[in-house]
């Protein structure tokens, strides 16, 4: 019978301190929760000589990993150190060790997380990553356990709180991306290279992780269609107010016979969708299923003390898997075969946003383009100014494959009197 749990901490940093705080503050919640204290007995350091405002003593502290992985009284590890290699290389090391361990760490998730999830089960060792996904919000646990009698057909969501603060801005406040950009850097939910963010690689490498849960299969990141928000030209913001919609960069996937689909991408959503008010730093996943239905997940999707919180409660159920002598028992193995949709079998409507020369027929000209692709066209809208020669012609189709939607743009881009296709976007939400 244990009479503590150790905890060997990776990390020391935002996320890392938060964990120190809520096991140090809430020590009197987890022993009633667990019937055992939760100490944590070393704390893995680049610099030991850091000022740093915590009550854990000195000698808590160490630079050498191997001084956390081989003290035989550390029962579980905690990765919130950050980066891809090293941190890999800690969780291996610490699962070869005998060790369950909780991390946060999205990216190793992402790129690692069949072979670290197969290395534990090998070993008999919890790995545990709700907070590498959503902040504070139970997504991983509510796919896993909440709704694993379910089936899930799709998914989609705003997963990155550094986009969706800029988005926020430039539409409520009219701010230009850049001053959106220096003030979500300013308030630290922007990294000083944002690029990771902005570019959607951040929300890719998440969807990875949410889509290979909810689908039971293995899903890489190099199988997700990605576009950043950089995409967004000037004016569509405005536009899609015109049209009833709200713009978000949102990922989705979706799955059915043909295989699965992944897309992080800047998306038309109309404004009646439960994501279109989802605003500033906040997160939301909207899930499908065939016997729940649909239902969303809100709330802090970044931030040491939501994160802090979702590590915790990783580290409370490994705790009680160690005290049940139940630790490593769930299995990870995918249920079905990787099979990724071509771009001939994913269907959306789409908006596109033309620059043309302002003459008799082109419009025309432009309407064959579409027809001679098979795709059918719900919306058409000029906007033109009387003293320019050019003119924006708006398209928003019927649903079309996302082949046809790229054949259809290659083409008017190629044709006389188009001056080009100054945005496309995927309208979320109908038909």
Same mark, same amino acid.
């Given at each position: ?73 550390? *029962?579980?590890?905690?990765? +919130?150190? @950050?980066?891809?290699?090293?941190? /890999?290389?800690? &969780?291996?090391? #610490? %699962? ?42 139970p997504l991983i646990r509510t796919l896993e356990d909440g709704l694993a009698s379910d089936r899930i057909r799709a998914l989609t969501g705003i997963v990155n709180g550094t986009t969706n603060f800029i988005l926020t801005k430039m539409k409520h406040e009219k701010m230009s991306y850049e001053d ?12 000083? *290279?944002?690029?990771?963010? +902005?570019? @959607?690689?951040?929300?890719?490498? /998440?969807?990875? &992780?949410?889509? #290979? %849960? ?116 769930? %299995? ?100």
């Open positions: 019978m244990r009479n503590e749990i150790n905890i060997g901490l990776l990390g020391f940093g935002v996320v890392g301190s938060g964990v120190a705080k809520i096991l140090q503050d809430h020590q009197e919640d987890l022993h009633h929760k667990l019937g055992v204290p939760v100490k944590i007995k070393k704390v893995l350091v680049k610099n030991l000589h850091k000022n740093r405002e915590t009550t854990l003593s000195l000698e808590t502290f160490t630079d050498n990993l191997y001084e956390v992985l081989e003290d035989s009284s550390i *029962d579980l590890i905690v990765e +919130v150190m @950050g980066g891809t290699f090293d941190a /890999k290389e800690a &969780i291996e090391s #610490s %699962l070869r060790a005998g060790k369950g361990v909780v991390t946060a760490n999205k990216d190793v998730m992402a790129e690692f997380g069949p072979g670290l999830l197969k290395l534990a089960d090998e070993n008999k060792c919890d790995l545990f990553y709700e907070a590498s996904v959503g902040g504070g919000i959106a950009l220096a003030e979500a850097t300013a308030l630290g939910f922007a990294e000083a *290279d944002p690029s990771a963010d +902005v570019d @959607g690689i951040d929300a890719a490498r /998440k969807m990875v &992780i949410l889509a #290979s %849960l909810s689908f039971s299969t293995e899903v890489r990141l190099g199988d997700v269609f990605v576009r950043g928000m950089k995409e967004i030209q000037e004016g569509d913001l405005e536009l899609a107010e015109q049209f009833g919609y709200t713009v978000k960069l949102a990922g989705s996937a979706k799955k059915n016979e043909d295989g699965i689909e992944v897309a992080v991408e800047p998306v038309f959503f109309p404004n009646s969708h439960p994501l279109a008010s989802v605003n500033n730093e906040f997160n939301a996943v909207y899930i499908y299923g065939d016997a729940v239905g649909e239902t969303m997940f809100y709330g802090p999707g970044a931030g040491s003390m939501p994160t802090a919180t979702s590590v915790t409660g990783d580290i409370i159920a490994a705790c009680r898997n160690l005290l049940l002598g139940v630790n490593g028992k769930r %299995l990870h193995a995918p249920q079905y075969e990787r099979k990724v949709k071509s771009d001939s079998n994913k269907f959306a409507r789409y908006f596109h946003r033309i620059r043309v020369r302002d003459e008799v027929g082109v419009l025309t000209k432009l309407t064959s383009i579409y027809s001679k692709h098979g795709a059918s066209l719900a919306t058409v809208v000029q906007h033109s100014d009387k003293k320019a020669a050019d003119a924006d012609l708006i398209f928003i189709t019927h649903q079309i494959s996302r082949q046809q939607h790229l054949d259809i743009v290659n083409e008017l881009n190629e044709t006389p009197k188009v001056i080009g296709v100054l945005s496309h976007y995927r309208v979320e939400g109908e038909e």
